[in-house]
């Protein structure tokens, strides 16, 4: 069994309005993820199995090691088909707005869905959510928005509803995000919830070579540019900085996903307590951040990158260029430095 978190009057009301309407759309942010993509896909095939027709929208596209999940193909990526988004959204009787907290997550999909008619659901595990939604399920305490589809179906009493591609996609937003389960997973809920869906007929082993191990040769030598030249260690913080420009990705035909998990490198070593990854993406400087312990990356991120996300994995962004944003890491960084250093 695991805990009931979730206000139950908040999963009867979404219950309700997923029992009276007929036409779902499932939105999520930008640079989906494998907890945006799994939380999606995973909610969409749980409601298709209900005889719902569910479309699922996302700003932009996302990586290739994610798109080996049933559907990943049926995705409407607004910056492809605008028109054929904005006519989904406006005849949508409910909306899901999975793994994002804010309308600016979904760019320009933000103003389609805020007036949209539609009963609107939030499942999202981020800080402090708008109040956009008519039904808000917001838990920073768990992981991954994934585990908090498999605890909504759950809650619901639909279990038996779910089915095997649903499970599949829901174990990959957990593990994407926990690195493998390497933070953040230290939560036994979070096995019994990996045993539940096992039963369901998913290969956990089979996913992690799908995400991690598919790797191109390109990437491989990006990878190795990364660690010979990229990244700059600051050993009296314990801490490691890659920066990527366009050029360089570009050299190395870098697609998207391609730099997934660079940020997660310099973690390797033993002294390095936080890694920032900054990189030019369209037009803006993309900051990930991750840290080990104690050390809140989000809160670095917040106050520096405009950024947030989970204490130990997190994001932000830069308008300038590599050099000041750089300049910028550097001048705030010794104030964390107490923070990096503590036992």
Not at 166 to 175: H, L
């Amino acid at each position: 069994m695991i805990t009931k978190i979730i206000a139950e009057e908040q999963i009867q009301k979404a219950k309700k309005y997923i029992g009276h309407v007929d036409r779902i759309v499932i939105v999520s942010h930008v640079s989906p993820d494998g907890d945006a993509i799994g939380s999606s896909l995973g909610l969409a095939h749980f409601l298709q199995e209900l005889g719902k027709q569910v479309t699922v929208i996302v700003p932009n596209d996302f990586p290739e090691f994610l798109k080996w999940m049933k559907s990943a193909n049926d995705i409407i990526v607004y910056d492809r088909v605008p028109t054929l988004a904005e006519e989904t959204i406006a005849i949508a009787e409910l909306i899901f707005c999975l793994d994002f907290n804010a309308l600016k997550r979904i760019e320009k999909l933000g103003p389609l869905v805020e007036s949209s008619p539609a009963k609107k659901v939030m499942i999202d595990h981020h800080l402090y959510p708008e109040n956009f939604c008519n039904v808000t399920m917001s838990y920073p305490q768990i992981t991954s928005t994934c585990e908090m589809i498999f605890r909504f179906i759950c809650r619901m009493g639909m279990f038996e509803d779910m089915n095997k591609h649903s499970a599949e996609c829901i174990y990959t937003g957990m593990m994407t995000d926990t690195g493998g389960f390497s933070y953040a997973s230290n939560n036994a809920e979070m096995y019994y919830i990996i045993g539940e869906l096992i039963k369901k007929g998913i290969n956990k082993d089979e996913i992690y070579r799908l995400v991690y191990n598919t790797n191109s040769l390109d990437r491989l030598r990006l990878m190795g540019l990364v660690l010979y030249e990229k990244m700059k260690v600051y050993p009296e913080v314990k801490t490691a900085l890659i920066v990527l420009s366009s050029s360089e990705q570009y050299k190395y035909n870098c697609k998207k996903g391609d730099t997934e998990g660079f940020v997660n490198l310099p973690l390797s070593m033993s002294d390095v307590v936080f890694s920032v990854f900054i990189r030019e993406d369209r037009d803006y400087l993309k900051i990930s951040l991750r840290s080990k312990g104690d050390f809140a990356c989000n809160e670095f991120a917040a106050a520096n990158f405009n950024g947030g996300g989970h204490k130990n994995a997190s994001g932000g962004e830069f308008y300038g260029t590599l050099e000041e944003a750089v300049a910028h890491f550097e001048k705030v960084l010794p104030a964390y430095a107490s923070l990096l250093l503590k036992k």
